[in-house]
Structures are given as C-alpha cells and as structure tokens.
C-alpha cells in the first residue's frame, strides 16, 4: 500500500480557501490553486487572481477576489471595480467595492466612490469622491 501526502491530497482542508462572492456575499469554499470558479449560489463567474495595471486600461467592469494593484504609470478608467483588496500608486477613475484594505500611495490619484472596511492614503494622494469606509452594513448583525 502507497502512503499518501496529506499535502497534495485534494480532499484536505489546508488546499482550500474560503472566499466571499462578489456578488451575493456568500462564503464559498474553493481549492487554494484554482483561478477562476463560479459562486454556487448566484451562479456568476468569480477570479480569483490578482490583477496588475502597468499603463492604461479602460474597462467596463474589473472583477476578481484577488489584489488589484495600479502601478505608478497605471491609469484605470472602469465604470465599476470590485475586488478583494486593492493597492493605488497611479491613477483610477471609477466606483470602488473592496472586501479588504484600499491602499493608496502617496503619489495616487482617485476619482470616483470607494467603500471599503480600511483604507489607508499616503500624503500628496489626490482623492474626489465619497468614501465609505467601516464594515458592510449589509453583513453586519445586530
């Protein structure tokens, strides 16, 4: 009989991750490895990978459960960003939902609503918009 590393074993608990929708704010549970899945209950599809902006992006919609970072020569334009944590040191022009941290750099510009739990802003960031900043009312219990 093969001993068997509880490591690489698909059925433990140590390669999976627990994610919160984007969408219905549900946990979901789902392997530590995989990049993109679809939430069991709305059924809409989910990243998971964090995504980078180098230099400019125009987008509708930027979704992941993962970091979006914008670099320094980053320039994102995006009617609607959600995402699990996001990192600002270029430009962004668009309404922000993060489940995390928002930190933006002190060099940063931001244009539009941010709603996040933290946000921490560098001296010198330019900021023009509402910010909504504490924990989700919708999942807050009484």
């Known amino acids: ?32 490895r995989v990049i993109t899945f679809t939430c069991k209950y709305c059924h809409k599809p989910l990243r998971l990978e964090d995504i980078q902006f180098k230099k400019y992006e125009a987008r509708r919609v930027i979704e992941t459960c993962g970091t979006i970072t914008i670099e320094k020569n980053g320039n994102v334009v995006a009617e609607q960003v959600r995402c699990g944590a996001m990192i600002v040191r270029g430009k962004l022009r ?49």
């Open 1 to 32: 009989m093969m001993a068997t590393n509880p490591r690489f074993n698909p059925q433990t608990s140590e390669d999976r991750i627990t994610v919160i929708c984007l969408h219905c704010q549900k946990p979901i549970e789902v392997p530590r």
């Open 94 to 142: 668009g309404n922000v939902s993060s489940r995390s941290n928002v930190l933006v750099g002190p060099e940063a510009q931001i244009r539009g609503n941010v709603t996040a739990p933290q946000i921490a802003i560098g001296a010198g960031a330019i900021l023009e918009g509402d910010y909504r900043i504490g924990p989700d009312e919708s999942t807050v219990q009484s």
